[in-house]
């Protein structure tokens, strides 16, 4: 239940209806408030209120205005009083005893209705709490329910066995069986569970190998329709725990159903494992040659001598002796060695640093990579809607045309030229032969399809048959907007109307830029310089506050009395408080070890993956588990949704133990950025990055203002920071309700302004490049002069024309968005730099404007930067910490699988959360103290943070002892 209620929420969930104050007349006030709060509370939660001490005071005097009852609330309900008032409630909303028969009647349901749409964990409690209401039942305690969830599972899940198994014929099943064949070598099934290796021959011939194993299969196309994606994974997560033998053990049913969901789960994910390697060693050898025809430059410039200076020797030579021979002018000043070098300069310049790069390219094509690539393009098959990209797939058919020996020349006719080949590669592709007849050079034509290939990939221009990430466009969106239009317009909260939509934000921009340039001469900060290439913006820095000095005393008292507090322990105290560990759910539907073994064990292994210092070092510790049992609780147990559900299930605990004069209200802002994990190179996951000076992945996170990490996503360096920002503000799946976003610069585009604001929110980035941005004009220059900006507005104004026209595709690419049926990156993907497409078009006027507004009130408010530079520095310090708890192996990958780095990361924001929860309470529990809490400035609490880490040891003997505890106040929770 939260603590901190909205005037709205309070008026949504604890107003006493008429027709419930019969219940309450006669009564004492004390009494009617108890009483109207038990009412309530059951008609929020379906079960009546633990311990009437964690009533959130908004709810309390909500309700004491409603009854007009202004006296204290009792400290304690007696327990005849507790019983008296859950009857009087029973009695007056008429419940009904949930005997064995409502029961069967709740499997029933949750089988038929619930599970079959994989509701997230607090989705299905919301629904359990509404079907308890709906049908008159006290909600049964928490240890019933979860026999009744299990009991319910085991039966939908035959259900789905017995439904994928009937749908295969026995040829199916004999080919699937014979994936679990063992002999000298691993199994097949062993083969397919392998992750992707690096952008090598070796990997590309192996993962080609894999998906023809899997499509010889010949799994039926609709074999898993009608099952949901999420079940899908489920099962196929399951199969992969286990081994060939094990699998053989299961019924034929089981086994099958299992086998076939690993199989197409594989099948995607290999087929996209081959579009990676398509678009990484195309961008590989193109990024290597580049860079190896920089330092031939460079190594040309350093070996030569100063032009400069040779040139003045030759001079004074030659002004000396005009009529002599050049031999004995020339070369005893300036030896034929330098000439000879000044020659290789001089032909080295020549060419074109295009050409140059181009001859290097092939050189590395033709000698290695082309014996892969042809192969990765027979194993696929390319697709496109697009009428533009046709000439690409009739180029891809003529390179995968099986041929021993192919020409080293085509025909001009024989090939598409245009929409493949770029102008600026014509003159390489297009050579000139014998009788002046115009051919193709082969090889300069394959690399440049390639090239080609890549673009449109990334862009989706060009899709490929069976993949997921590289499927069809038209599969991301959608594909009930007509029929549901209005209910995806509410679901934004947009107009229906592109004129209405235009015209307020047209009207929103007036406004910015009026009040902008009103309060321009008063702002002391933005000053406009007269530069060569017109006005430019100048921004005074933001003036240093005082430092907070009473908070080194705080951190000096949190390691006085929490002295070197292990990590572990304060990982076993957060499950003890949160019960997460119940969270991670065995991959089979039955499991024998004790919940509180199993606990014990879950906290082990995650301290290891979450520290790094992995599992064989836990086993080393004197708790009794052994490495074997620990591996077995990783492949079992951890998994990437259960690691989501356990940081947001502790998120949400933090926001409700936390206390509002101590830390202010939590607000609606979030800050996000990205920081570099070094890892492993022999994987696809791996780049290298120049802004990091490394290789390594990319973590980025959501960060509340209050040092609360909401969500966290693992990335490759190379990707869009902006479609991370998107996908953590719509799915972190938090209690906090995000309507701003703080990114740095490279968080923020034009874009990515046009989706923030068609999804509901404001994105607020604290810009690195302010001189040289312009505001946009909502209107013709002829129709608005400004007094004060005129100079750093744009010439021309926005097309809210392009804009209203291009609505309704805007908003049916923001609803893919929200509904998750593309993730961001692929969605942003599409609307790159050199994009003619009317959309992408739109979406740039769109983000023009929305930017506009930012910048006006941006530059004409201290405060809010300010605002925004604190909230960066929060998730500056959280990356701060990263190191400190994720110390194992150099704080480096030790994998080369991508789901091992998923686990590896989500681990350590599982540790870094059950800190800043450990911490948040310490905190509290000092300053509840009258003479800390007088010894705190304003200052300091305005910069208090649960962040400070050294009273924690992450480091020594690993022992976990379950029945201690921290010494820490037993917090007042609400019910």
């Known amino acids: 239940m939260e603590q901190l209620w909205s005037a709205e929420a309070l008026r949504l969930h604890w107003v006493l209806q008429p027709s419930e104050q019969p219940l309450l007349k006669g009564l004492p006030g004390p009494k009617r408030l108890v009483l109207g709060y038990y009412l309530k509370f059951f008609q929020r939660h379906a079960r009546f209120p633990n311990r009437m001490d964690a009533m959130p005071e908004a709810v309390v005097q909500f309700l004491a205005e409603q009854i007009e009852y202004d006296g204290p609330l009792p400290s304690d309900v007696p327990e005849r009083s507790d019983r008296r008032y859950r009857r009087l409630v029973s009695d007056h909303l008429r419940l009904r005893r949930f005997d064995r028969a409502a029961s069967g009647e709740f499997v029933e349901w949750l089988v038929v209705e619930v599970l079959p749409n994989a509701p997230q964990v607090s989705a299905l409690d919301e629904r359990m709490t509404a079907w308890f209401l709906a049908n008159r039942f006290i909600r049964p305690e928490q240890s019933r329910l979860d026999k009744l969830m299990a009991q319910s599972e085991r039966q939908f899940d035959h259900r789905q066995y017995a439904k994928i198994s009937g749908r295969l014929t026995l040829a199916h099943k004999h080919a699937l069986d014979a994936l679990l064949t063992t002999d000298e070598a691993a199994s097949r099934f062993a083969q397919l569970a392998r992750g992707p290796g690096g952008a090598s021959v070796q990997a590309v011939q192996d993962a080609v190998a894999r998906l023809e194993m899997v499509r010889a299969i010949g799994l039926p196309p609709h074999l898993l329709e009608g099952i949901h994606p999420d079940h899908i994974a489920s099962l196929a997560r399951r199969a992969a725990s286990e081994d060939a033998w094990d699998m053989r053990r299961r019924p034929e049913a089981v086994r099958h159903a299992l086998l076939s969901c690993f199989c197409a789960i594989r099948a995607a994910e290999l087929t996209d494992d081959l579009g990676d390697l398509v678009i990484s060693i195309i961008h590989k050898i193109s990024a290597r040659a580049e860079s190896k025809v920089i330092k031939e430059y460079v190594a040309d410039f350093r070996k030569a001598e100063s032009k400069d200076t040779v040139l003045g020797k030759i001079v004074l030579a030659v002004d000396g002796q005009p009529e002599g021979d050049i031999p004995q002018v020339i070369y005893p000043v300036v030896p034929r060695e330098t000439i000879r070098e000044l020659a290789k300069t001089y032909q080295a310049d ?70 493949v080949i770029r102008p600026k590669w014509r003159d390489i592709v297009l050579e000139v032969g014998p009788g002046d007849v115009v051919r193709v050079n082969r090889i300069n034509y394959e690399i440049c399809v390639l090239q080609t290939l890549r673009e449109k990939l990334r862009t989706k221009e060009i899709w490929i048959e069976g993949a997921k990430r590289y499927c069809d466009p038209d599969q991301d969106l959608p594909a009930d907007f007509d029929t549901r239009r209005a209910h995806y317009f509410d679901l934004l909260d947009q107009p229906q109307s592109a004129a209405q939509f235009v015209q307020a934000l047209r009207d929103g921009m007036r406004e910015a830029l009026s009040a902008f340039d009103q309060g321009f001469p008063a702002n002391r900060d933005v000053k406009l310089k007269a530069r060569a290439g017109g006005a430019r913006l100048s921004l005074r820095p933001l003036s240093p506050q005082t430092d907070p000095v009473g908070l080194e005393d705080l951190k000096a008292e949190l390691g006085r009395r929490w002295p070197m507090t292990s990590l572990l322990d304060v990982l076993k105290e957060v499950d003890l408080r949160t019960e997460f560990t119940p969270l991670f759910r065995a991959a089979g539907s039955r499991q024998n070890l004790p919940q509180e073994e199993v606990s014990r064990r879950l906290l082990l292994a995650l301290f290891g993956i979450g520290t790094n210092i992995g599992l064989k070092a836990i086993a080393a510790g004197p708790h009794k588990v052994s490495y074997k049992e620990l591996l077995y609780i990783r492949q079992r147990f951890i998994h990437k949704t259960a690691l989501q559900d356990a940081t947001r299930r502790i998120a949400d605990a933090t926001y409700r133990i936390r206390s509002s004069d101590i830390w202010g209200d939590s607000g609606t802002s979030c800050a996000s950025d990205s920081t570099q994990l070094a890892s492993w190179d022999q994987n696809l996951m791996t780049e290298w990055h120049q802004r990091y000076g490394g ?75 302010i001189a040289g941005q312009k505001l946009s004009r909502a209107d013709k220059q002829a129709d608005r002069r400004f007094a004060n900006i005129e100079p750093i507005c744009t010439a021309r104004p926005i097309d809210w024309d392009l804009i209203a026209r291009h609505y309704d595709e805007m908003i049916r690419l923001a609803i893919a968005l929200k509904l998750r049926t593309a993730d961001a990156e692929t969605i942003l993907r599409r609307f790159t730099r050199g994009q003619t497409h009317p959309v992408f078009s739109a979406l740039l006027e769109l983000g023009k404007a929305v930017k506009t507004i930012f910048l006006c009130r941006y530059l004409g408010n201290a405060e809010l930067r300010r605002e925004i530079h604190s909230g960066l520095n929060v998730i500056e310090r959280w990356n701060g910490v990263n190191d400190f708890i994720f110390y194992g192996n150099g704080n480096e990958l030790v994998s080369n699988r991508r789901d091992d780095h998923e686990i590896s990361v989500l681990s350590l924001h599982l540790l870094q959360a059950a800190m800043v929860y450990v911490n948040t309470l310490m905190i509290q529990q000092v300053l509840r103290e009258r003479p800390w809490r007088e010894k705190m400035t304003a200052r300091d609490m305005a910069a208090l943070n649960p962040l400070p880490h050294s009273h924690f040891n992450p480091y020594g003997v690993f022992d976990l002892d379950m029945d201690t505890r921290l010494p820490l106040e037993e917090m007042r929770m609400a019910a």
Do not use: N
């Not at 990579?369 to 533009?388: E, G, Q």
């Not at 490759?716 to 920071?721: G, K, L, N």
């Open 350 to 419: 020549t060419p074109s640093f295009t050409t140059r790069v181009h001859h290097t390219i092939r050189r590395s094509y033709a000698r290695h990579y082309r014996r892969v690539l042809p192969v990765i393009l027979r194993a696929l098959t390319f697709r496109t809607s697009s009428t533009s990209a046709e000439p690409l797939l009739a180029a891809l058919a003529v390179l995968t045309e099986p041929s021993d020996r192919k020409p080293q020349f085509y025909a001009e006719e024989e090939v598409p030229i245009d929409g």
């Open 695 to 769: 290789r390594g992945v990319m973590i980025y996170w959501h960060v509340d203002k209050q040092a609360t990490c909401v969500h966290s996503q693992l990335k490759q360096v190379s990707s869009s920071e902006v479609a991370s920002m998107i996908e953590g503000v719509l799915h972190h799946g938090t209690d906090l309700d995000i309507d701003r976003q703080f990114v740095d610069t490279h968080g923020q585009s034009v874009v990515g302004f046009a989706f923030c604001h068609l999804l509901g929110f404001d994105l607020m980035p604290r810009l690195r490049g």
